[in-house]
């Protein structure tokens, strides 16, 4: 079983895309295949799963979702904010993370659920210190998935923690705008600060160049400055495509879509570059 975390710490670079498009082709190709969305604003799950993952005023978040996983790892501390209930414990000490898991409209794959209230548990989940449950709760899915993608929120925060913490390998989006390019050093330098202080066999597996205009200029510059400075730029890097919007708005990864599409050949050559597939 490999887990990856898709992470950067400024929005809008394309994680739940790079995360659910990856994870599609992994199901595709025959990976039993789990998405965890960590993100409160759920862009991973309603990708998927479309209005059924969907929440606002007159729609609650899906449920068994992981802020149901957290809440019921407080449950075990006798101090959950849902009330401190025998069942609820017992609950939390027989299932696993599975059991919070919804299967997509795609074979082989998963996805855990994202809750706007998320953001809620974290200083209860910080005072408690559950920073490790994430992790723990993945390591007994061995056997059960051959691979997990997790989708982070856009901040460096307890979730985003607990997600570095549980992964093999993380994968860095990146937009080549001028503003990231600085934003990465402080980004690698809390990936490995991470990797020192709770989990040696993180990886940095690869920065991830989305959105590249190869006719453009500046882009080329960009990269090639990042390339400079001996940082791991993947080499199939992801050209932009409105097909990527139809793909959002129709719930339905590329692979999928349109698989001859060359923004889908893009994310096959990425996926074969980081599987190491000839």
Known sequence: MLTRVIFNQKGGVGKSSIAVNLASISAEQGFKTLVIDLDPQSNASQYLLGDAANFNGHQQALEPNIESFYQDVLAATGKSLIGNTLGALLKSKSQGLDAYAHQSPFNNLDVIVASPSLGALEHSLETKHKIY?????IAELSGKYDRIYIDTPPAFNFFTLSALISADRVL???????????????LIENILETQDDHNQRLEIEGIVVNQFQAQAKLPREVVQQLKDQGLPILNNMLPPSVIMKESHHKNKPLIYLAPEHKLSQAYAALFAEIEKIA
Not at 133 to 137: I, N, Q, S, T, Y
Not at 172 to 186: E, W
């Open 172 to 186: 860095i989006p990146f937009d080549c705008d001028v503003f990231s390019q600085r934003a990465l050093q402080t």
């Open 133 to 137: 449950k994430l992790r723990d709760a």
